[in-house]
């Protein structure tokens, strides 16, 4: 469990003095319509490594897609939700589990009781746009 550690902060060593980051998007859709696909879009153009989370897609956007927040590889830095209320709810303990940084809350993902076990779980919700925090237009 410590080489893990230690690897992953390795990891984010490195991605820092490259100046990239990661970032895994919960919710990323097939649909280029929708936020969840234009989030993967934007922090792709924007340097960022990104990671969707979708458990049946395998690629969003050019991108490959990981089924779940416990199959990513490295260490996250930012995670942007853009699921319903619910289904958000149901991944908070994962998502604490990842301890991201930061962790951004979607207009549309948002609820009272999801902000409320995202903080008791630890987290600290931002409730805004992740696309228009990165200085982009969802387009």
Known sequence: MRMMRFCG???KKEREMAGQRAVAVVGASTDPAKYGHKAVRAYRDEGWAVYPVHPQADA??????????AAIPV???RVSLYLPPAKGLAVLAD???V???????NPGA????LIR???ELG??????CSILAIGRQPD
């Open 95 to 97: 998502i604490a589990a």
């Open 75 to 77: 260490t996250i830095d």
């Open 99 to 105: 301890g991201p940084a930061e962790f951004y809350v």
């Open 117 to 119: 076990r995202a903080e």
């Open 110 to 113: 948002e609820s009272p009781e």
């Open 123 to 128: 987290l600290r919700p931002i409730q805004a």
């Open 60 to 69: 969003i956007a050019g991108v490959k897609a990981w089924p779940s927040l």
């Open 9 to 11: 902060q390795t990891r």
